[in-house]
C-alpha cells in the first residue's frame, strides 16, 4: 500500500498529536495548530466580545484550511479591556453561539482551545488596581504586589473561566504564561522580586502560576486539556533564558498536557519585534529554546513552538530534527487559512506569503515613540483590523456575501504592480476575462524595489506568489512591454478598465537637487554611491534605504523635517527599523531642514542653526505622488472604470492590495 504524497513528504507534521487525559484521547488532526490569535475574530472585536456568526465563520475557516486547533483568546477579569479578546462574563457569554463555533470546528475534526489571560500589570482598564508580583511602576501608573487575598482573586476567576470554558464546549484550555501578563509575571526574575515562598528559586516563582492550574483542574477534571504558552527567552536582561525555562517545564508539566515556547516581554517593549516576530527577526527564532526545553531529561509532554514558522519545508525539518513536537502559526494562517490544505495538496508554491508587516495586530498604530522601557503612542490607534495581503481576512462575511457576477466581462487592466495584478486576480476568480497591459519587462512594479534588501524577503516572496498566481490563471491574458493607451483601451472595447498605473517620486524644491540621486534609482545601483551618504526624506523608505546601505558599508545620515523617522510604519515594525538604523549607526537627524544640496553635501537646518552636512552621495526620498495626469486620460475609455492602488492614493502594500481586490471583486 503507498502513503499519501504528502505522508511521505511530511512525515512528522502530519503524524497525528495524541493527548491522553485520564480515559480519553484528545487527537489532534496534525502538528499545525493556530496561535491565539485576539484581534483577528471577526466575532472578537465585534459584540463586545461576544462571539457571533462572523467568528464562528472565522475560525471555522482555518480548520477548515488544515489547522489541527484553533484558540480564541479571553481575558480575565473579563473587564480588564483588551479590546478584541472574547467576553468569557458569564452574564455575557453567548453560550450558543460558543457552540456553533464547537460543532462547525468539530465537523472537521478540529479542536478549540479558550486562552486564559489575565492581564496583570498590564491591564488596559484604567478603573482596575493593577497588580502583580511585586509592587512597583508600570507605564505611570504603580502595580501593587499581590497579597494571599489578591492570589484567591485570581484563582477563582480561573475557577469562574474554566467552568465557562468547559461549559461553551472547548477542548481545552490554554493559560497564557508568557509575554509579561500576570502568570509570566511571577515566573520571570525581571518583575518577581518577591521574597517570600513566590519568589526566588523556580519553585517560588512556579508557585502561585501551580495554584492557578491546580484550580483550573480542580473545576474540568479529565474534561478538558491544559496547554501552556511559556517563555523560552524574555530577551529582556536578567530575564528567562531557555535553561530557567527548562526548569519551569519540569515543575509545571505535571499539570498540563502540552507546553508551547514563545519570547518578549510587555514589560520591556523593545522585546516586542521577536515576541511578534519582524522581518528583521530571524526565523523560526524560538525553535533553540524549545529544543533546549524539550531535550532536557526528565521532560516528558509535548513541547511546541511559536514564531516566524511558514516555510512547510523548515517546519518539517524542525519537527524532524526534535526542536519541537509541534508547531504553532498566527500570521501564516491569517494570510493563508489554507496553509495546511496546500502543504497537503502539494501545491506550496500557491501559499500566499505574509509579510510580517503585523498591520493585522498593530492595527494603525502609527509614530509610536518608544520612551525608556514605556511605550507612549502618537497617534490614536484605529482598531480598523486587517490582514495586508488576505483582502477576505478581517471583513466578517459580508465581503463574502457580495453577490456574484451576472455574465462574464471583458476587463482591462492597465498596470501590472500589486494593485493591477490583485484586480486582475479577484476579477478573474469572479469569471471575468482580463488582459494586463505592463508597459515594463516585468510584474510587480515598486514591489520589485526592496528585492535587494536582506530585511524584505517576504515581500519578494509575495510579489512572486502574485506573478505565479496570475501567470497560471486561465482567465488572465498578460501583455509584457506594452505601454496602454487610452485609444488602445478604447478598441479593446473593455466592459471596465481598472486603472493601476502607479506613483511618481516627489522632486522637492530644494536648490541643487539635480546633484541628488531619486531614491528608486539607487536599487540595484548602490555601487555606483560614494562611501558618505545623505538621504533626504525619513519616511519608512528613507529609513529602510539607510539600513541597506549601512549593511553594505555605507555611512549614511538621514535628514528629516519632522519629529518622527518612518512615522508612517506600524507600531513594531517601526520599532525594528529605529533598533537597526541604531544598530547601522545610522545618523538621524529630526527636525531638520535640508536647505541646499551642494558637491560637498547638503546644507541643513535645525534647532543648533545652519550647518553643512558632509556627503559623497545625497538621495532623495521624499514621498511618491499618484500618477494622476497619466490615471485621468484612462477615465472614459470603458464603461466602468475605477482606479486604484497608488494612482488612486500614493500609499502602501495594503491600499494597493485591497483597492485592487475590491475593483476586481464588485464587476
Ligand atoms: C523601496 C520600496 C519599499 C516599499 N516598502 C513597502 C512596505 O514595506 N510596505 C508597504 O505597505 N508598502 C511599501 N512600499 C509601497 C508599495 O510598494 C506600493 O504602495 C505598491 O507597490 C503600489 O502598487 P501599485 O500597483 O499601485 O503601483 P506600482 O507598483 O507603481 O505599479 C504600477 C505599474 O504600472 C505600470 N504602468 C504605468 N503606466 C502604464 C501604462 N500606461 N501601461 C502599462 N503599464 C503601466 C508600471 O510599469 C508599474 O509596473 C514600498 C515602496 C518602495 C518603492
Ligand atoms: C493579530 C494578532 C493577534 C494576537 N493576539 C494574541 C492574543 O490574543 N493572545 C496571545 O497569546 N497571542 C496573540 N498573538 C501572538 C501570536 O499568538 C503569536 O505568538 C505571534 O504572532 C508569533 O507567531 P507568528 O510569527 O506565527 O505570527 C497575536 C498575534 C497577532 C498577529
Ligand atoms: S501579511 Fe501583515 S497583516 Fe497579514 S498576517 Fe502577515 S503580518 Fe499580519
Redesign the pocket.
Known sequence: MTKPAYKEKYPHMFEPLVIKRGKREVVFNNRVMMSPVGIVATGGGADNGRINAFGVDYWTGIIRGGFSSVALPMEIPAEGAHAGVFNMDPEQVNYMNMHLLQRSVHAYNGKTFAELIHGGRCMVAKNLELKAAADSEYQGRHVKGMDKEDMEEVLQLCREFASQARRSGFDGIMVHMAHGWLFHDFLSPITNTRTDEFGGSVENRCRFPIMALKAIRQVIGDDLIIELRLNGNDEMEGGILPEDAAQQVLLLQDYVDMIHITCGTRVDVTSRPKMHPTNYCPTEHNAYASEIIKKTPGVHIPIGVVGAISDPERTEKLLADGKADYVLMARAAIADNNWVNKVKEGREEDIRPCLR?LYCLDHGRRKAKVSGKELAMAAEVSFDRRCVVNPLSMQGISKKMFPAPLRSKKVAV???????MNAALSAADRGHDVTI????EKLG???L??DVMWFKKE?KAYHEWLERQVRKHPRIKLMMH???TPEMISDLDPDAAII????EQIVPPIPGVEKAVMA?DV?GNEDQLGKKVAIIGGG??GC?LSIHLSGLGHECAVIEMSHYQAGNAELTERMSILQWMEKEHVNTLLDTQALEITDTGVRIKNADGESMLEADSVIICTGTRALTN?RDTFRDVAFDVINI???KKA????H?IESGFDAGYIL
Open positions: 508587516c492597465i498596470g501590472g504592480g500589486v494593485a493591477g497591459f505592463e508597459k515594463s512594479g515598486q514591489a524595489l526592496s515581500m506594452t505601454e496602454a493601476a498605473v502607479g506613483a528608486f536599487f519608512d523608505i529602510e497619466i492602488g497608488d494612482c500609499s502602501n502594500m495594503q494597493a
